[in-house]
């Protein structure tokens, strides 16, 4: 094509080393019909940052240093670097509206997706994390030895206020440490939110009495940004530790308020993914979960739904180990086409979820691929229990009784019979 009349080339250059200040992104990428590697490339790079579809009349010295530079080529993928200058400090949506904006939309693509981000210190230094990441959870729970454990009650909404924490206690009363509302269920006329949010906390004070031990839940406050932040000053003062919000729906800007919110509280916020597979399902295009769990990290959410490769939702085992990594470890290397290196400084570790699909009998696949440090969300796989949603908690933590002390399922159902009456309902069947 005539360089007199488009410059997408000028944004290619194989022998860029990238900056330490440098924003890194690895994309997959297949060019339309007719268009080669190099030109979809140069629209990769030009149209997220400083390029146009034609060359400008004039254009300030200062433009030079502002463009992207695709600088690593291998089969149908690219890295592609961006200046520091290019991004707003603190601004995670401009950040997306960059590196995942209009590019999507270009003719000269069949399908692009945005795999990860490799964040420089520069960058990340303006966002302040989790306020209490995994330790700080820990230490409130007292519970350093297994994973945190937690139920959503099912079916995830149609329930009453009064009916939502009568399971709610019998979930509790089964060992786990959490409950929580699903992603459709905020404040209804059957389910009033404060309502809600007053019945469960007599309840949990109740069953902390009981048991001696601590209980919390995942309150759903997704609603528009100011109601929310009413909402979770609501949690605040009913003593709960945690608020739920649907992080995709409500955009990376009322996180980000929240974040500021509850860390004034000392709270943590539990991350839903609802609307994820609308723009990460498709292997070929658009973004990967491992890219929105490492957002959501960096804006600070204390967990996040990651899958469960055993359950009932998409993602492999390799994929939700990735998604794993990139939440719990400081200093991530560099697996591709997973993820690329980063380095988090001073932003505390979160949590990675699994939720979908479990049951007591999936519990020592799930934690031989996560580990112990992860939020056990275990639902329709207790409340389904033969004997009822209790004993269905009991086999859960029975389950995981067995896994830490190295002996079977079948085996420690010998001497637990609510193990031994869900693996007889369900064995180690895996959903579909």
Request: glycine content about 8%; proline content about 4%; charged content about 25%.
């Amino acid at each position: 094509m005539n360089k007199k009349i488009e410059w997408y080339h000028d944004f290619i250059n194989l022998k860029y080393k990238p900056k330490s200040d440098d924003l890194k992104v690895l994309y997959y990428f297949e060019p339309a019909k007719g268009i080669s590697k190099e030109d979809s490339i140069g629209r990769i790079a030009s149209e997220s940052s400083t390029g146009t579809w034609t060359t400008l009349y004039e254009l300030p010295p200062r433009m030079k240093k502002l463009m992207a530079t695709a600088y690593e080529i291998k089969g149908n993928f690219v890295k592609v670097a961006y200046p520091l200058d290019l991004w707003e400090s603190g601004n995670a949506p401009q950040l997306l509206s960059g590196i995942a904006g209009n590019i999507f939309g270009m003719k000269a693509l069949n399908n692009l997706r945005l795999l990860d981000v490799s964040l420089p210190q520069s960058y990340i230094k303006h966002f302040k994390g989790p306020k209490l990441g995994i330790s700080g959870l820990r230490k409130y729970f007292k519970i350093y030895d297994r994973p945190l454990t937690g139920a959503v009650l099912k079916p995830k909404i149609g329930f009453s206020a009064l009916e939502h924490t009568r399971i709610a206690k019998e979930t509790w009363l089964g060992g786990f440490d959490l409950v929580k509302d699903d992603e459709n269920l905020t404040s209804t006329k059957f389910n009033n939110f404060y309502k809600r949010v007053d019945l469960m906390t007599k309840m949990r004070d109740k069953v902390e009495k009981e048991t001696g031990e601590i209980k919390d839940a995942l309150l759903n406050i997704t609603s528009e940004t100011k109601e929310m932040m009413k909402r979770a000053k609501y949690l605040h003062d009913k003593g709960w530790k945690y608020a739920m919000i649907d992080v995709v729906v409500s955009g990376t800007a009322a996180v980000q308020t929240l974040r500021e919110t509850l860390g004034d509280y000392g709270m943590g916020i539990h991350a839903h993914r609802a609307m994820h597979a609308s723009f990460d399902r498709n292997e070929k295009h658009g973004i990967t979960m491992q890219f929105l769990a490492k957002i959501m990290r960096l804006i600070g959410v204390e967990q996040i739904h990651s899958g469960t490769a055993v359950g009932k939702l998409v993602g492999s085992k390799e994929e939700v180990q990735s998604i794993a990594t990139t939440l719990r470890e400081k200093n991530v290397k560099e697996k591709l086409p997973y993820h690329l290196e980063q380095n988090w400084h001073h932003i505390k570790p979160s949590f990675p979820v699994s939720s979908g699909g479990l049951h007591p009998g999936l519990v020592p696949e799930e934690l031989e691929i996560f580990g112990k440090d992860l939020i056990l969300l275990i639902s329709g796989g207790i409340h389904g229990h033969p004997k009822g949603t209790r004993a269905g908690a009991m086999a859960t933590m029975q389950a995981i009784d067995a896994f830490n002390k190295k002996i079977s399922l079948e085996d420690y159902s010998k001497n637990n019979k609510e193990l031994a009456q869900s693996l007889e309902k369900w064995g180690r069947l895996k959903p579909r």
